[in-house]
Structure formats: C-alpha cells, structure tokens
C-alpha cells in the first residue's frame, strides 16, 4: 500500500510547465536532423535521411528497453527523482550532440539517450499519483494536451532558430530548456513517495501485487495503435499530398501545416478524452475514440484533395488525441498502486516501440504498395483495436465465466 503527498494546483502548473520546456526542447533538434548528419560528414542527402532515421530509431530501441526498469525504480524511490533523472540526463547529453565531430558521436548519444530519458512516462505517472481523487483523469487529459501543443510548435520553432543562429548552438537551446525543466521540478514538484507496507512485527511484507495482464494488453495495444498511426504516417505525408495535386507546390509546407493541425487537434482531444474519462470511465471513452479515429482515418486513402486530406487527418487527430491520456488512466486503475510504476514503464515501453515501428511501417508500405495503403492500414489496425478492447474480458475470473458460458452453450 502506498501514500502519496500533492503540493495541488502550483504543483502541477509547475509540472505542466516543466514538460512543456521539456517536450518542446527535445523536438527542437527533429527538423534539422539531416541537416547536422550532413554538416558532420555525410555527404548526400539520401545518406544523411538514412541517417537521421537511424538516429531516431536508436533512441526508441533503447528506451524500449530501459523503461521498465526505471518504473521500478519509480515504484521504489518515487516518480520525482526519476523525472529528475530524465531531464538532467537529457540536458547534458543532449548538449554534448552540439560538440559531436562525426554521425558516430551521435549515434553513441543518440543511444545514450534513450536509455537515461523517458521524461513523458516519468511526468505522466507522476502527475497520476499526486492528482486529487477522482481528478486524475483531467489531469492526465491535461498534461497530455501540454505535450502535444510542445509536439507542434517544437519541430517549428527550432527550425526557425537553427536559421538564425546555426545547429550546434539550437543543441544548447535544447539543453538549457531541459535545465529549466529540472529546476522547476526539484524546487515547485510534489512527489509521490512510496511506503512500504509493513506486517505486524515491523517486516516489510513480502511481494507485490500481480500485473494483470487480461486487463492491461488490451489499452497497451490501444496505446500501441494510437502512437503508431500518427507517426507513420509523417515521413509518407509528402509524397500522398503530391498524388493529390496537378502541379505540386509549397508540398513541404502543406506537410507541416497539416501536420501541425493533426497536432493541435489531437490536444483538444487529450483535454476533452481526460474530461469525459472521469465522467464515463476511461475504457468507453477508449473504445469509442478508437473506434471514431479508425473511421476517420480509413477514407484518407481515398481523398481527392488536399482539402479533404486536412479535414480527415484533423478529425482522425482530434479522436486519437483522446485516447492516449485515458489509456494511462486506464493503466493506473487496473494496476496496484505499489506496481504503477512498472505499468507505466511498459507503457513507455510500448510507446517507444510505436515510435520506431510506425514510420518504418509507413515508409515500407508505400514502398511496396503506394502512398495510400499507409493512411488505410491505421485505419484497420484502430478499429481492430476498438475491438479487442471490446472483447477482451477485464479480469481471469470473469474470462472462466465467459469460457464457462461458451461451453454449457455448446454442450446444450
């Protein structure tokens, strides 16, 4: 059994302040990514796109694997130190990427860095556990919507001040906001120290609770989906907006302008999935923003228009949006308080993997099958997972009732 302590409303205005800072300083580096693997010795700028997944797939491998083990550290020391841990970590190694000399340096970083960050699960589970009850769900809804407007305007703001003032000194930016971030959680965040249940002669009780894994592969899957339909479709956005017109222009920018508007819109859908989670709960709300998001998605496939595309990927955007902060709500009620931080750590997991997998996806479909099948194959792979969440019983023993119901049918 654990009992935590919230500083309230400062506390997490400090904390959403703090993401932000962070959120926006670790997309700051995305749109110039090629740009630096080419200052640093790659020649062509094939080689250096080549290079620049590399890079991003090196950091969600290695976060992947990390992940759970600082959830239990998590579970152990408390969210706010390892939420410490994460954006010092980040500051220093990412402005050592500003002295790197060759792509190895930053590949070496790169992958240094997934293992020592992971700020979002660790700001997430932290802002779970120290939200008033019954607040948890607009709280999660919140910070949610704080990551995604940082997830915007990022990419934006630090391709326009690498213009300004050069690459390596934007890495310096990006490390100075991480510091930012860092103070203002050790001096203005609560924590969410864990106590360890002790049985009548002063031992700690031995053990812990059982994931439940009936219940948890179901939203993890949902998290799963949802991360990767919105970044596998980024690197193929491009090449579909051109199919769509007679004389391809600006296509670049319409790229990030719709881009940029899926992301907004889908932090209107975190707020409002966060608000209708405490209402409802959070797996209808789940469910249905999967489902919509699915239905939104598949007719992109088919747009006739650049115009059509927008409005598709808004509304799609708006539904998935929704579905990332009631998925962690949903993770929180499912799992024992003393095993949170492990759930959220494979949640972290999860959402590193979708973060790999979904533009390797995106790109090798339509490789194989044209710019359409990457906007068709979300679509599916949303509403399937509307449904395995449907379908899936909460819990063993009402599984046994279920398989037990099936089987007296049958036998009938």
């Known amino acids: 059994m654990m009992r935590f302590d919230s500083k309230g409303k400062f506390a997490f205005a400090a904390l959403l302040i703090s993401q932000l800072a962070a959120a926006t300083g670790f997309m700051f580096v995305m749109p110039f990514m090629p740009l630096y693997v080419e200052q640093l010795g790659v020649e062509s700028a094939g080689n250096a796109a080549a290079w620049a997944g590399l890079l991003n797939a090196a950091t969600a491998v290695t976060m992947a694997l990390t992940a759970p083990l600082w959830g239990r550290l998590a579970d152990k020391y408390g969210p706010k130190s390892m939420l410490l841990r994460a954006t010092i970590a980040g500051s220093i190694v990412v402005g050592l990427m500003g002295l790197a000399t060759s792509p190895w340096h930053l590949l070496w970083l790169r992958l240094l860095q997934g293992c020592l960050t992971g700020t979002v699960a660790a700001a997430t589970l932290l802002a779970s556990e120290t939200a008033p009850a019954g607040r948890e769900g607009n709280r999660l809804g919140t910070l949610q919507t704080v990551i995604f407007v940082a997830a915007a305007a990022g990419p934006f703001v630090g391709g326009v001040f690498a213009d300004l003032v050069g690459i390596r000194a934007s890495f310096a930016v990006t490390a100075g906001l991480l510091a930012l971030s860092g103070v203002l959680v050790l001096l203005a965040v609560g924590d969410a120290k864990p106590e360890r249940v002790e049985d009548e002669g002063g031992a700690e009780s031995p053990g812990a609770a059982p994931i439940p894994w009936l219940g948890l592969v179901p939203v993890l899957l949902a998290l799963f989906v949802a991360h990767a339909s919105i970044t596998g479709v980024a690197p ?42 405490a209402k409802f709960g959070p797996r209808p709300v789940v469910f249905f923003a999967l489902l919509f998001s699915g239905l939104a998605s598949l007719p992109q496939a088919g747009s006739d228009s650049v115009a059509e595309l927008w409005v598709l990927r808004v509304v799609a955007s708006l539904f998935v949006g929704a579905v990332i902060p009631v998925v962690n709500l949903a993770i929180r009620e499912a799992v024992a308080t003393e095993r949170h931080g492990v759930a959220f750590g494979l949640a972290a997991s999860v959402t590193s993997v979708a973060f790999g997998v979904g533009p390797l996806g995106g790109g090798l ?13 979300p679509g599916v ?14 819990s063993r023993k009402r599984a046994a009732r279920i398989m037990k119901a099936a089987v007296s049918h049958v036998l009938r």
Not at 250 to 275: C, D, F, K, N, T
Not at 365 to 377: K, Q
Not at 381 to 394: H, M, S
């Open 381 to 394: 792979l949303l509403i399937g997972a509307a449904l395995a969440l449907l379908l899936t019983p909460r």
């Open 236 to 277: 193929v956005l491009p090449g579909f907006i051109t199919t769509l017109m007679e004389e391809p222009v600006r296509v670049a920018s319409l790229a990030g302008q719709i881009l940029g508007a899926g992301a907004l819109a889908a932090a209107v859908g975190a707020m409002a999935g966060g608000r209708l989670a």
């Open 365 to 377: 479909l339509a490789a194989s099958f044209g710019f359409s099948t990457p906007f068709l194959v």
